[in-house]
């Protein structure tokens, strides 16, 4: 969460402009599939107004994906460049006997490992929300197509999430007891 508001805080203009044409790219995504699901291919041909959608959706997809994922990523590059900086002139600043009795192993850590793992996260966020909203626009869309199809695929979703968040929790407890250590 703390990444995100520093996101957001960072360049919220910029964080708008990407949200849109993230949920762009997800909806046109949703509309290729629709697009496929209800073409009737005609034992003549293919209806051009089909064909003329089909190839609108996917270069919209294209330009939309590639504008929000590099609005988002350059942000994330900058966030870290200045969350490395802070964190560098923080430990520049810090008395000696401070930094002694923190250890050297510590202050390591987060220097490399941390900063990593939240670059990672910087890096990928970008892809979460072009995909979440690929997700959230195709169970609309199966809503659509079948109530009944859709709730079976919401109580399955539940049960996966619900599953894949205990095992999760109880690794990152296993994590933070080995950091620690």
């Known amino acids: 969460m703390y990444l995100?508001?520093?996101?957001?805080?960072?360049?919220?203009?910029?964080?708008?402009?990407?949200?849109?044409?993230?949920?762009?790219?997800g909806l046109t995504t949703t509309g290729i599939i629709a697009i496929i699901n209800n073409s009737e291919v005609e034992p003549l041909g293919v209806n051009k107004l089909i064909i003329i959608g089909f190839i609108?959706?996917?270069?919209?997809?294209?330009?939309?994906?590639?504008?929000?994922?590099?609005?988002?990523?350059?942000?994330?590059?900058?966030?870290?460049?200045?969350?490395?900086?802070?964190l560098s002139q923080r430990i520049l600043e810090s008395p000696l006997s401070h930094l002694e009795k923190l250890g050297n192993h510590r202050i390591l850590a987060t220097l490399t490992d941390d900063i990593q793992s939240i670059s990672s996260v910087?890096?990928?966020?970008?892809?979460?929300?072009?995909?979440?909203?690929?997700?959230?626009?195709c169970l609309v869309y199966l809503c659509w197509l079948s109530p009944t199809v859709f709730l079976l695929i919401l109580v399955f979703l539940v049960i996966g999430i619900g599953?894949?968040?205990?095992?999760?929790?109880?690794?990152?407890?296993?994590?933070?007891?080995?950091?620690?250590?």
Do not use: D, G, H
């Open 4 to 25: 995100i508001r520093l996101l957001v805080t960072s360049s919220w203009k910029v964080i708008v402009i990407a949200a849109i044409t993230s949920l762009l790219s």
């Open 56 to 86: 609108s959706l996917c270069f919209f997809r294209f330009i939309s994906n590639i504008l929000s994922q590099t609005l988002l990523i350059s942000l994330a590059q900058e966030v870290i460049l200045n969350l490395r900086m802070l």
């Open 122 to 137: 910087a890096i990928i966020l970008p892809r979460v929300c072009v995909n979440a909203v690929i997700v959230i626009s």
């Open 163 to 181: 599953s894949y968040q205990l095992t999760c929790n109880k690794a990152r407890a296993f994590l933070s007891l080995a950091r620690a250590q």
